[in-house]
């Protein structure tokens, strides 16, 4: 695939009232054909939403810049 997580998030039609699992998803541009190619293949009706995005940030992603005056922070150890 792309080598990229998801977050599904549960959702209902305000019209239908159909229950709805929408996928969530950052990519880089460079990923968008095969993004697309991967989404028409599993459901050739599916509504996307593509949008540029200016910043992202958060666990998982690479922070930049880095170094001494852009120290990364430090994330608590997950217990389970």
């Known amino acids: 695939m792309v080598g990229r ?3 599904y998030i549960s959702g209902e039609g305000c019209f239908t009232h159909r229950h709805r ?3 969530f ?3 880089k541009l460079t990923q968008l054909a095969k993004v697309r190619s991967i989404v028409r293949e599993i459901d050739p009706s599916a509504f996307m939403i593509i949008s540029d995005v200016n910043d992202v940030f958060g666990r ?3 922070l930049k810049p880095s ?3 852009f120290p990364r ?3 608590p150890e997950k217990h389970e």
Do not use: D, H, R, Y
């Open 60 to 62: 998982g992603f690479t």
């Open 5 to 7: 997580g998801v977050t």
């Open 67 to 69: 170094g001494p005056n």
């Open 73 to 75: 922070p430090k994330f």
């Open 21 to 23: 699992e929408l996928v």
């Open 25 to 27: 998803v950052v990519i």
